[in-house]
């Protein structure tokens, strides 16, 4: 029983967990969600926020990796960690053991202050990470598509060649696995207003608390 005159604790919010392959739309649906309220909270925009000219990483990534990681710029040189990560699984291993723990601190302090009916953690790693996130969130929303369309996309928005491309794909989870561990799907191979509808239907189920089961 609590204390006469306690305040009841706040009530836990929903939480989606919300993920697919380089190239799928999960961002395009995580801003959809942010628009019509929800708390987003993105690690790859964390990431990069901690790569940054200053950011709280790039010291630690200095002393790992050497001078050549870092730009002139100050923040990390993201070609040349790219094509070292996915060159040499240690290395990647190296640099995700710097950010790991940093996007989680940053995660936990965002999922407190971020106002919103309920919260969305885009991580784009999370199937490789399962084992961590599945008691973190209540659902785990996959986007999906085929693969080479994912291909064509980063191409237009990056200027990656389709090598490049299929060598990120191949660092990830498999589409396969990525399905497996779904408890929903929202499937991106069609146009923005099919993917937006499918976005809005989630977005009201969660406001009503009623997520498909």
């Keep these: 029983m609590s204390e006469p005159g306690a305040r009841p604790a706040p009530a836990r919010r929903a939480r989606l967990g919300l993920t697919g392959g380089i190239g799928s739309g999960k961002s395009a649906v995580a801003d959809m969600l942010r628009e019509w309220g929800a708390a987003v909270i993105d690690a790859d925009a964390i990431a990069h926020a901690l790569t940054a000219p200053a950011g709280e990483a790039i010291e630690a990534i200095r002393e790992a ?17 790219r094509e070292l990560a996915f060159a040499d699984p240690t290395q990647r291993a190296r640099l995700e053991s710097i950010l790991h723990p940093l996007i ?20 784009p790693l999370l199937v490789e990470s399962l084992g961590r ?5 209540d659902r785990i ?19 990656l060649s389709a090598l490049q491309v299929r060598r990120i794909l191949q660092a990830q989870a498999t589409r396969e696995h990525r399905l497996a561990a779904a408890d929903e799907v929202i499937d991106n191979s069609g146009d923005l207003d099919s993917l937006r509808r499918q976005a809005l239907d989630l977005h009201h189920r969660m406001l009503a608390g009623r997520p498909r089961i």
Excluded: T
């Design 141 to 159: 929303v996959v986007v999906d598509c085929a693969p080479e369309l994912q291909v064509q996309r980063v191409m237009r928005r990056s200027g």
């Design 104 to 123: 989680g601190a940053r995660l936990r302090e965002l999922a407190d202050k971020l106002p919103g009916p309920y919260l969305v953690f885009v991580v």
């Design 65 to 81: 990796f050497g001078e050549a990681a870092i730009g002139a710029d100050g923040a990390l040189d993201r070609s040349r960690m």
């Design 133 to 137: 996130w599945r008691e973190r969130v």
